[in-house]
């Protein structure tokens, strides 16, 4: 099997992986999917990121939603590893050279970033059913305002499962049902921003730094949604390499609204929201110190 059949064939890459007709080479691919690198006849690489046997059966959709959302951010140029093939259980993509994170890079980054935001949506929301690792994301389209589509649909089913399983007390619970009644007051007149392309789950880990000295996206959660959501989330679980430069690019390029800083907290707690939902009380202590930053007495 070589690449152009592969892509003419694509349902006929499970036989040949069965039956270890294609050199396999597993990789790191985070905590949802099983993932490697497929070495195939004519040389060329793919990475493959499959459904794992022991989480049950496949989301009605998953791969397709990854796929969609790859395709809609590229559209505009953004680099996204292409689809080479999306299965019901699999979803294979061009193989990206890792290289080491830079300065140069990061600034490109963030001029990029800005540019793929400024494409836009038609609202907020997305065309398809979306996933945020192996949680539904709500992508109900709705043509704003932003802050109750975000408190509707990015934060208040999280928040629900999260008190489900027990991650957060009931203290915990009331703080950011009060953050929800309220949010209009702390996304401030940023929140009237119209909806941006977002990748929408730009956590530090879905950056692909690049042996061709480029950022690449992976994993997106795709949508229309908030700018500041994607710059946030860049911040999280100790941060992007060289953040300051990404963000001072991104802001030459497109300036943000005045307060955006004082707004971080309240985007990342979308994220840290999905995290209690699905690995539970380890980030409990996250979610409330977000949420009790969010709350802070505004400076007048």
Known sequence: MDLAYLRAHPYQLPLFLAHQRIRETPVSGGDICDAARLTLDDGASVFVKSWPDSAGPVPAGFFAAEAAGLGWLGEGGAPVPAVVAELDAMLVLDWVDPGAPSPAAAEEFGRGLAAMHRLGADAFGARWPGYIGRLPLDNTLAAGPWPAWFAQHRLAPYLRRSADNGSLSAADIALVERLLTDIGEYAGPAGAEPPARIHGDLWPGNLLWAADGRVWLV?????????????????????????????????????????????????????????????GAAYRDAVVRAAATVARPKRS
């Not at 990404?246 to 994220?271: K, T």
């Open 219 to 279: 994993d997106p959660a795709a949508h229309g949604g908030h700018r500041e959501t994607d710059l946030a989330l860049l911040g999280l679980f100790g941060g992007a390499p060289y953040l300051d430069r990404i963000r001072a690019a991104y802001d030459e390029s497109w300036p943000l609204a005045d307060g955006w800083a004082d707004r971080v907290a309240l985007h990342q707690l979308y994220l840290l929201l999905v995290h209690t939902a699905t690995f």
